[in-house]
């Protein structure tokens, strides 16, 4: 690579870096508080994909096949085959029984209903729809939900974030997460099948996650 080039290569993401950031702290001052909140944990719950994507094209750069800045929109681009969980969507409902003996012994059986967890030990889990992951996608570090769970690569993983039972309260500690906080939960429903994971507060499902952010890893059949 010509001396000249790196030097202006490095500058143009150095740049891009500080445009980004720059915008999103006048957009999170823009709006309430509250929203803002909000605002940031939908954007740090979407920005994995985008991420690995950006990062893949900053790799490219060295070689000269990386487009430039065309190439650097089509990485930060919304992925076309990526499907937005919508409130009105038809959720999974019911109940079902442990599929196996760890799951019988430490959450028993669960209830679907609406968009509540309500496990047989008495802890229930208020969630709301986050998004739709395709099995090939990573839930931590060098794992996908295919790889975990036997699943297609095209099968689709619900994913909902746990929300408090009143405002103003934090997401207590919960026998699902391994006595910890739980911050979202992962469903594949196949046929009688359900298979849980749970993720910690805090953690952002994707390829970036460590692996000591799955804290529960369940199996149910339907009753």
């Given amino acids: 690579m010509p001396a000249a080039v790196a030097p202006r290569q490095t500058g143009l993401k150095r740049l891009a870096a500080a445009l980004a950031f720059l915008c999103l702290v006048l957009f999170l001052l823009a709006i309430e508080n509250k929203y803002a909140i909000e605002a940031w944990r939908g954007l740090s719950d979407e920005v994995a994909p985008a991420a690995g994507r950006v990062a893949d094209w900053a790799a490219r750069l060295p070689s000269g096949a990386a487009d430039g800045l065309s190439g650097l929109k089509t990485a930060v681009a919304a992925d076309p085959g990526a499907v937005v969980a919508d409130p009105a969507d038809a959720i999974l409902a019911g109940e079902f029984g442990p599929a196996d003996d760890v799951t019988r012994a430490v959450t028993g059986a669960v209830a679907f209903v609406g968009a509540d967890l309500r496990f047989e030990s008495g802890e229930v889990l208020h969630t709301r729809p986050l998004r739709i992951a395709a099995g090939?996608?990573?839930?931590?570090?060098?794992?996908?939900?295919?790889?975990?769970?036997?699943?297609?690569?095209?099968?689709?993983?619900?994913?909902?974030?746990?929300?408090?039972?009143?405002?103003?309260?934090?997401?207590?500690?919960?026998?699902p997460c391994g006595a910890a906080s739980p911050g979202a939960v992962a469903l594949l429903h196949r046929q009688d099948r359900v298979d849980m994971m749970v993720f910690r507060a805090g953690a952002v499902v994707g390829p970036d996650a460590p692996r000591t952010a799955l804290c529960g890893l369940w199996s149910f059949r339907r009753r």
């Fill in 136 to 175: 090939r996608e990573a839930f931590v570090a060098g794992r996908t939900f295919a790889e975990q769970w036997n699943a297609p690569a095209d099968a689709q993983i619900e994913l909902r974030r746990v929300m408090p039972g009143a405002a103003g309260r934090t997401v207590a500690p919960s026998a």
